[in-house]
């Protein structure tokens, strides 16, 4: 009897190693590491040790023989990774740190971020290196995204902000909290002052919406950061009163984070970190229909699996998708990995039709919005249906849930297509594609708005190897003259 990888599963490897058998895949040197929303265990190779999920930093491992009922389907899908699927169970090479890793002359790095990325690429800086490690966040409360972004009611994923606050507390840590770079202290300032800098700064701008009105939907950003208490976000930014019809635009799991927590009755809520006052706002909200939009088709869900299997599961707020009966075949020709494969098994809805006075969640494919107005949204169709048609949804409030554009950090290079710290490969460049020395970049500030919180550990670590590259070469070559630094912290730090 096996064990299974569940729906909290952030794909951060971490049960990868310490498995005797090497059945967890795909592993990070395999082309679908980094592609599929979870880690598989293979049923036929598995001996049943349990050391994964003594690993797993969110609980996302069980034993086969206790999933709930509405996790058996974790079972069948670990399996079905394995069926069509030729898996080499052997050990990779082993790899270890360069031999002279001695002469690393990194002493001082600055990490700028607190949220996972940063501290992913401190836990690799303090391993491989005898480095100090300075945090800079411009929020009073370390963790990015992990602490005010992670949905309250995904308790166990927010345990990962257990794991993180250790290595606040490392003796080899300063933590610079309140300290905004590009206000507080220059991103030269930073440069003169540590051997390294990473910028592990995420995106916090809404990717832009063309719409022909110019009313401007609320963004998803706003209501993250009004549940989850972020210090920015006022008690009073989102007011439910007389909100009964919401129209989330976009169907990442955002937009399911979004539905979920409008719809979820409050005793799910309650006891968990959710913010108070959005927690007395939802225990009076009149809400009962939220549309999740989608401008593309169910084949293309933005969304994962495990977060719209997970919204089907739970039985106190039904599930329906809008369409027609091509969608219905659409559906049904979905393979079970598919994101919108558990929607196969819902009633269709028209949303036109409110439901009976409860509440519910209506999918909503291949409708782009084109305009907002008073108690409406307009959308233009690209179905075979209704290709081009506009016509409009009902909505009391209009929310926009369509990714997330970093921002430009004076004295940083900027991609303002990506929306990123102009970079290859983490090392930070400038407009001539030539590396800024000292200068490095994770996370979403690397990559774009894209993946989930164990998606930044190997990123980090691949930023950490080239760092420590680099200051092996430069020692070899010449030594760098570290003289004329001085500690910029104790003179302004606050
Ligand atoms: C709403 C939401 C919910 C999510 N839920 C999940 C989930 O349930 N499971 C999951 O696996 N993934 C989830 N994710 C994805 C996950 O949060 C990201 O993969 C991850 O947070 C990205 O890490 P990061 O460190 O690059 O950025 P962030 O977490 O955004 O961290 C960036 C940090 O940099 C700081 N900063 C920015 N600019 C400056 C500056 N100028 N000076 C100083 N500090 C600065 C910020 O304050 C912040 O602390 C969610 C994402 C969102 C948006
Ligand atoms: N595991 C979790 O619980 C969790 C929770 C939250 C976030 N995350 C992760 O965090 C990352 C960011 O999530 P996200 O939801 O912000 O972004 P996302 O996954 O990129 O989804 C963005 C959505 O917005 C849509 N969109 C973009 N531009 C649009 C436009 N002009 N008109 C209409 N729709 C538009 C996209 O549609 P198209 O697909 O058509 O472009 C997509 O549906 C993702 O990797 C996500 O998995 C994970
Ligand atoms: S229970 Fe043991 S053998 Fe099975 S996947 Fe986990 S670590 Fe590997
Ligand atoms: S969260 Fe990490 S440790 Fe847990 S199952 Fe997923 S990859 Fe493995």
């Known amino acids: 009897m096996a064990f299974a990888i569940t729906q909290n599963c952030c794909n951060d490897a971490s049960c990868l190693s310490v498995c005797p058998v090497n059945c967890i895949h795909p592993t990070p040197d395999e082309p679908d590491f980094g592609k599929t929303d979870l880690l598989y265990i293979d049923p036929r190779s598995c001996i049943d040790c349990g050391a994964c999920a003594d690993a797993c930093p969110v609980d996302a491992i069980t034993r086969v023989s206790r999933l709930s009922p509405s996790q058996a389907i974790y079972a069948e899908l670990n399996a079905d990774y394995y069926r069509d699927r030729p898996v080499d169970h052997a050990w990779g090479a082993p790899t270890f740190p360069p031999a002279d890793i001695g002469s690393v002359s990194l002493k001082r790095v600055a990490v700028v971020g607190t949220g996972p990325a940063a501290c992913?690429?401190?836990?690799?800086?303090?391993?491989?290196?005898?480095?100090?490690?300075?945090?800079?966040?411009?929020?009073?409360?370390p963790g990015g995204l992990a602490r005010y972004g992670v949905a309250p009611d995904h308790t166990s994923t927010r345990r990962i902000g257990e794991h993180f606050r250790s290595l606040f507390v490392h003796s080899r840590v300063t933590m610079r909290l309140g300290v905004e770079v590009g206000v507080d202290v220059t991103v030269e300032e930073l440069s003169r002052t540590f051997d390294a800098v990473v910028y592990a700064v995420g995106a916090d701008r809404d990717r832009q919406l063309p719409l022909e009105s110019e009313v401007v939907p609320m963004s998803a950003r706003t209501l993250?950061?009004?549940?989850?208490?972020?210090?920015?976000?006022?008690?009073?930014?989102?007011?439910?009163?007389?909100?009964?019809?919401?129209?989330?635009?976009?169907?990442?799991?955002?937009?399911?984070?979004?539905?979920?927590?409008?719809?979820?009755?409050?005793?799910?809520?309650?006891?968990?970190?959710?913010?108070?006052?959005?927690?007395?706002?939802?225990?009076?909200?009149?809400?009962?229909?939220?549309?999740?939009?989608?401008?593309?088709?169910?084949?293309?869900?933005?969304?994962?699996?495990?977060?719209?299997?997970?919204?089907?599961?739970?039985?106190?707020?039904?599930?329906?998708?809008?369409?027609?009966?091509?969608?219905?075949?659409?559906?049904?020709?979905?393979?079970?990995?598919?994101?919108?494969?558990?929607?196969?098994?819902?009633?269709?809805?028209?949303?036109?039709?409110?439901?009976?006075?409860?509440?519910?969640?209506?999918?909503?494919?291949?409708?782009?919005?084109?305009?907002?107005?008073?108690?409406?949204?307009?959308?233009?169709?690209?179905?075979a249906s209704d290709a081009g048609v506009v016509s409009s949804i009902p909505a009391d409030l209009v929310l926009q849930a369509t990714g997330y554009r970093g921002s430009a950090l004076p004295g940083l290079p900027f991609d303002a297509d990506r929306g990123t710290v102009r970079n290859v490969e983490g090392r930070v460049v400038d407009s001539d594609d030539r590396p800024v020395a000292g200068a490095y970049v994770v996370g979403w500030a690397k990559r774009g708005a894209t993946g989930g919180i164990g998606d930044n550990k190997l990123d980090a670590e691949r930023t950490v190897e080239l760092m420590l590259a680099d200051s092996l070469s430069a020692a070899t070559s010449s030594g760098r003259a570290t003289a004329g630094r001085r500690p910029l912290f104790g003179r302004t730090g606050r």
Request: glycine fraction near 8%; proline fraction near 6%.
């Open 120 to 141: 992913y690429t401190a836990t690799a800086l303090l391993r491989q290196t005898d480095a100090a490690v300075t945090f800079f966040d411009k929020l009073p409360v």
């Open 224 to 383: 993250v950061g009004w549940y989850t208490g972020h210090p920015d976000v006022p008690a009073d930014a989102v007011n439910l009163r007389g909100v009964t019809r919401v129209v989330v635009i976009g169907n990442g799991n955002v937009a399911l984070d979004a539905a979920r927590i409008l719809t979820a009755p409050v005793e799910d809520l309650v006891g968990t970190d959710i913010s108070a006052h959005a927690l007395a706002a939802l225990r009076d909200s009149a809400v009962q229909d939220v549309t999740v939009l989608g401008r593309r088709g169910p084949e293309v869900a933005a969304f994962t699996r495990s977060e719209c299997q997970a919204l089907v599961d739970r039985t106190s707020v039904p599930v329906l998708v809008a369409g027609d009966d091509d969608l219905s075949s659409v559906l049904a020709a979905l393979p079970l990995s598919a994101s919108a494969a558990p929607l196969a098994s819902v009633p269709r809805a028209d949303e036109a039709e409110t439901g009976d006075g409860a509440r519910r969640i209506v999918f909503s494919f291949g409708r782009a919005p084109v305009a907002v107005r008073p108690g409406a949204l307009d959308v233009r169709g690209s179905g």
